[in-house]
């Protein structure tokens, strides 16, 4: 797992720092620490980190402009701030956690663990932030129909037929998005809201039938946690 | 005499009730043959009724002829005379005595004095025709030599010359009334609330002025005999004295400028000549001359300086002056009441609108003083500031319990501090560089970073606006970024220095500049606190800079330059 902590307190980072070392043990690849935020922008250009551990306070700059960006990107952020005013909207934006000052190291730990395992806390995301042409756009959740995988990304369609592409996998978007979000493919998470009726072919092949028409795949093995939940 | 003028007696708009002998003929001396219509007065001199001076006389007599026609009696029925002097007489008509006013004697002890105004009914069978009114008169309790010993001699209708001035006197009653009451609202006010001194004065010439107007129309509410006519006299020119002088008084308190106790002093001297003024009038009329034209100078020059509240004080004193230079000679006597009263509500006028702006201004200093101390308080309970000083503090307890414990004594310190100063408006220097020090103490351990302030010829009792320098500290702490540059290290000092010129104190606060994002071009808060506090203390009298000195060097510095009056009691405490 390769770690960056973007912290201006030096104490502070250093504890993160290293806690983390702790917690992670031999899991941890590399571990990063960057006190100014254009530092820190630099830095995520150049090489992809698994985890980023965020201040949303910088010297004085309000670090909600990068959490923007960052939540577009391919990997998990945990934000650790003083503000937790602000934690609401940090999950509304996609973070996958929120730690709050001062931190101790089960709460760090429990952050973590949410990374490797999946194990997602809160989830009240609100928006998709997708990069588009140099800057981010935030896509409304209750706007996406379905979500399909396409390599290393993932494919956003949204109710209105557009497509838009997000740099995160469909796991860690799964991690991400509220309940009646559902995997229902190996290449498909699908939004229940939006789902007309459940469909099967001769042969036993099954397929969802959405409001827009579209038809998605339903695999066998999800068969019956779809039944469980949207019928 | 006004009132005669007000109840229109001198109108010819319709045919009159009332008229008058307009001259006497004049004799020192006493017979009683001078009373008969049979004696032979042709070789008496004759005047005008006002224009009769008699001096040094024991007892004198006047002659004069009343022309009645019959329908002047239809219209003035019943019929009354009515006598203005300042004597004791006996009035024979034909040849009867009718009626005598107090005793007349040869000698002061003799006489008794008479009323000054002496009406009576007349004899209800008075023909057509000519009548003789002889007056047997003694005045030895004049105690002054006024310029008209006789005023008017009047006969018509009894009832209309017993209400003469009746009218007058009503709205006088009314006009003193409100003074009255004006005069002891603000002496009450003064005495049992504010002390302050403008309600002082302004109560005193309202109650001075209401004094004024009763005692001038005292001669038609109550009435008196003639000797007491020096004292009215003598009360209504002192009244008029202090009236003038309160004016004064109240509208340089009221409207405070440079030399007021100057132009104070000039303008009360300037009354004194007054007194030896001949006439009770030209003394009168030559006070309030003096004390309207000294107060309109006053309040034009604070109208000048901007305090724009004057401006109603300002218009009641030209509408006072205007009326006066209309009306002369009439303005004592009818216009007096009038003018008073119209210069008490526009001194009020202005009076309640200065004290209206001076209390919101008053609210606004003390509600901003109030947000200040907020402020200053909110920036330390601010997540920001307490959850990562907290998350320091545990790591120092996790990896030296020893630094954690010294930075819990200089937080308790720095917090201690700034309870202590944040509800004041002005603290020693000394009491500031310790909370400059105690910030930098917890600032230093919490980023791991070597912080000094150095401070240059401080003189620790000066008096500063609390945490000004503190605010100045931690601005500079925000935006520069001193631990993250490996060339020059993670050491960083500040410096404070104390400079004395010419009545004033110079403060240049410098911090190394090594800025984290573009500078921004608009005041932060940190400076608007710093501004606000300045202002609170020293008005607008500070100057206050910043900027980067020679950006181009190799160790560039940040300059905070504060600029302010030297003194001790210019920092209000």
């Not at chain 2, 003469?164 to 002891?184: C, H, K, Q, V």
């Not at chain 2, 300086?305 to 006597?333: E, H, K, N």
């Not at chain 2, 912080?451 to 620790?460: Q, S």
Request: glycine letters at 8%.
């Amino acid at each position: 797992m390769r770690v960056l902590v973007v912290e201006d307190e030096a104490v502070v980072a250093r504890r993160l720092a290293r806690m983390i070392r702790d917690i992670a043990g031999e899991e941890l690849e590399h571990l990063e620490v960057q006190g100014l935020l254009h530092d820190a922008v630099d830095r995520l250009a150049e090489a992809p980190v698994d985890l980023l551990f965020l201040d949303l306070n910088l010297h004085g700059q309000d670090g909600f402009e990068l959490l923007r960006q960052v939540v577009a990107s391919s990997f998990h952020t945990v934000v650790v701030s003083a503000h937790t005013e602000r934690a609401v909207e940090a999950f509304e934006l996609g973070v996958l956690d929120f730690v709050p000052k001062p931190f101790s190291r089960k709460r760090l730990r429990l952050a973590l663990d949410r990374a490797r395992r999946h194990d997602t806390g809160p989830r009240s995301l609100r928006y998709l932030a997708i990069r588009r042409s140099g800057s981010t756009h935030l896509i409304p959740i209750d706007q996406v129909s379905f979500i399909q995988a396409a390599d290393d990304y993932a494919e956003i369609h949204t109710r209105d037929g557009q497509v838009a592409l997000h740099d995160k996998t469909l796991s860690k978007l799964e991690d991400l998005l509220p309940e009646h979000f559902l995997r229902v493919h190996r290449s498909y998470l699908v939004n229940l809201r939006d789902v007309r009726r459940l469909d099967n072919e001769p042969g036993s092949r099954y397929f969802l039938e959405l409001e827009s028409g579209q038809e998605i795949p339903v695999g066998r093995t999800r068969l019956p946690a779809l039944r469980r939940r949207w019928i | 005499m006004g009132w005669l003028l007000g109840a229109g007696v001198l109108s010819a708009a319709e045919p009159p009730r009332i008229l008058g002998i307009q001259s006497f003929r004049v004799m020192v001396g006493d017979d009683p043959a001078w009373s008969q219509p049979t004696f032979d007065d042709s070789e008496w001199p004759e005047h005008e009724l006002d224009r009769i001076q008699v001096e040094d006389a024991s007892i004198f007599w006047l002659r004069g002829r009343l022309e009645l026609d019959d329908e002047f009696l239809a219209r003035a029925e019943p019929m009354g005379f009515q006598l203005l002097a300042l004597a004791s007489c006996e009035l024979f008509l034909n040849g009867e005595l009718w009626a005598t006013n107090g005793v007349v004697g040869a000698t002061p002890e003799q006489e008794q004095p008479g009323a000054i105004d002496w009406n009576r009914a007349l004899p209800t069978d008075l023909g057509s025709g000519e009548h003789l009114v002889a007056l047997r008169c003694s005045a030895h309790h004049r105690g002054f030599a006024p310029r008209m010993g006789f005023y008017v001699f009047l006969v018509g209708d009894y009832l209309e010359l017993a209400t003469l001035g009746w009218g007058y006197s009503a709205r006088t009653l009314i006009s003193a009334g409100g003074l009255l009451a004006i005069g002891l609202f603000y002496a009450m006010s003064f005495l049992f609330g504010t002390r302050s001194r403008s309600h002082l004065w302004l109560g005193l010439f309202a109650g001075a002025a209401g004094s004024l107007v009763i005692v001038e129309s005292l001669r038609v509410l109550v009435g008196y005999t003639y000797d007491l006519h020096i004292w009215r006299l003598l009360t209504v020119t002192f009244l008029a004295w202090a009236v003038n002088a309160l004016l004064i008084a109240f509208v340089t308190e009221r409207f405070p400028l440079p030399g007021r106790v100057g132009f104070s002093t000039i303008s009360l001297v300037l009354t004194l000549p007054c007194w030896w003024i001949p006439g009770f009038d030209g003394k009168t009329g030559t006070l309030f001359l003096v004390g309207l034209t000294t107060s309109w100078i006053w309040l034009a020059r604070a109208l000048w300086a901007r305090q724009m509240d004057a401006l109603w004080a300002l218009t009641g004193i030209s509408l006072c002056l205007g009326v006066g230079f209309w009306q002369p000679y009439q303005f004592l006597d009818y216009y007096l009441f009038f003018g008073l009263s119209v210069l008490c509500l526009f001194l009020l006028a202005s009076h309640v609108l200065a004290g209206a702006r001076e209390r919101r201004e008053h609210e606004a200093i003390e509600l901003r003083s109030a947000r200040l101390e907020i402020e200053l308080l909110r920036r330390h309970l601010q997540p920001h500031f307490l959850m990562n000083t907290l998350t320091a503090l545990s790591e120092w307890f996790e990896e030296e319990p020893e630094v954690a414990s010294e930075m819990v004594q200089e937080l308790g310190q720095e917090l201690r501090i700034l309870a202590d100063v944040s509800s004041r408006s002005s603290i020693p220097l000394g009491q500031e560089l310790e909370l400059c020090r105690s910030h930098l103490a917890v600032m230093a351990k919490r980023r791991d970073e070597n912080l000094m302030l150095e401070a240059v010829g401080l003189d620790p009792t000066s008096q500063v606006p609390p945490a000004i320098f503190h605010t100045l500290l931690e601005n500079a702490l925000t935006h520069n970024a001193y631990g993250a540059d490996e060339g020059i290290g993670n050491t960083a000092c500040f410096r404070l220095r104390q400079e004395m010129a010419s009545g004033r104190i110079r403060y240049v606060f410098e911090a190394p500049f090594r800025p984290i994002g573009p500078v921004s071009k608009s005041e932060g808060t940190g400076l608007r606190y710093v501004r606000a506090r300045l202002r609170e203390s020293f008005g607008e009298d500070f100057r206050l800079s910043a900027g980067v000195d020679d950006p181009d060097s190799l160790q560039p510095v940040w300059r905070t330059v504060i600029d302010v009056p030297n003194g001790a009691d210019t920092c209000a405490s």
